[in-house]
């Protein structure tokens, strides 16, 4: 969902798993959207990686991608530092 102008707007994208869905029927998972030092922002939700782009709008939703899954990128130090999610 986003929020412009007063008005919401609501996105659909894929999950990777369903082990996020709430056994109530909640799914309040909320996007973590991050810098991480490249052209467009780093985007996580339902154990999926996507690429964001920085300028996205309603009225300009073009642009995200599946980034990767398994792996665990953070921006540190002005580099991106990748891992294996081995605990997930």
């Known amino acids: 969902m986003v929020l412009e102008n007063g008005e919401w707007h609501s996105f659909r994208l894929p999950k990777s798993s369903h082990s996020y869905d709430g056994a109530h029927g909640w799914n309040i998972e909320w996007p973590r959207i991050r810098e991480i030092g490249e052209e467009d922002l780093l985007m996580t939700m339902h154990g999926m990686f996507w690429r964001f782009p920085k ?3 309603p009225h ?3 642009g995200i991608a ?3 899954m398994n792996l665990m990128r953070i921006w540190c130090s002005g580099k991106t530092m990748t891992r294996r999610a081995s605990a997930a």
């Open 60 to 62: 300009s939703s073009a």
């Open 66 to 68: 599946q980034a990767t």
């Open 55 to 57: 300028d996205f709008s």
